[in-house]
C-alpha cells in the first residue's frame, strides 16, 4: 500500500528496533510518554500486550510508515480500538527529523481512506493540548474538537477529537 511519497505496511514484530527507536525519541516521550519499552523483548511485548488486541479489524492496526525513495522507515500510522474510547482512533507519530515536512498529513489522509474503504463511520483522535503540531495538524484534517478526556491506565488529560467519514 501506498501514498505519494510513502509506502505502509503491517508493523510487525521484526520492527522492534524501530520501534524502539520511535518510542523512545524525546517527541514521542513528550508527547505521549515512556512506555518502557528499552529492548526487543519489551518491544515485542508492548505490540503482543498492548496494540495489536487493539486491531481487530481489517482496517485496524499499526502501519510503518517508509519513504517510498529509500525504503527508509519514518514513523507509524494506525486506526485503533482504543480502551476508553468509543469511535475508532487514528494516531500517528514520526521520528523528529521527519517533522515539517507533510508526511503526517500524507499518512493520516492515507489512514482516512483506508477507513472509509471500509465504511468506517466516524473517526476519533487524542493529542495533548500542548502537543500544537498534532492538535493543528487534526483540525488541518477536518476533526473537531469535542472534549478533554482521560484514558484507562493515563493520568493526561487530552483533547479529543472526533470527523466524520
Not at 520501534?19 to 503482543?48: C, F, H, M, P
Not at 484507562?152 to 466524520?164: G, I, N, S, T
Request: glycine letters at 4%.
Amino acid at each position: 500500500m501506498h501514498s505519494n511519497r510513502l509506502t505502509y505496511r503491517r508493523l510487525a514484530f521484526h520492527d522492534a528496533p524501530f520501534l524502539i527507536e520511535l518510542l523512545n525519541s524525546k517527541a514521542w516521550l513528550d508527547n505521549i510518554g515512556d512506555r518502557g519499552v528499552y529492548n526487543i523483548e519489551q518491544a515485542e511485548t508492548y505490540l503482543r500486550e498492548r496494540i495489536y488486541p487493539t486491531c481487530d479489524k481489517p482496517w485496524s492496526g499499526p502501519y510503518l510508515m517508509h519513504l517510498k525513495k529509500t525504503n527508509e522507515p519514518i514513523g507509524t500510522i494506525g486506526i485503533y480500538a482504543r480502551p476508553g474510547l468509543d469511535i475508532p482512533d487514528i494516531g500517528f507519530a514520526l521520528l523528529p527529523q521527519f517533522f515539517r515536512k507533510g508526511y503526517a498529513t500524507e499518512a493520516a489522509n492515507w489512514a482516512i481512506d483506508l477507513a472509509k474503504k471500509h465504511k468506517v463511520p466516524k473517526l476519533s483522535a487524542i493529542a495533548l493540548p500542548s502537543n500544537a503540531a498534532s492538535v493543528n495538524l487534526l483540525r488541518q484534517l477536518d476533526f473537531e474538537p469535542k472534549d478533554m478526556v482521560k484514558l484507562p491506565d493515563d493520568e493526561a488529560d487530552l483533547q479529543y477529537f472526533e470527523r466524520k467519514l
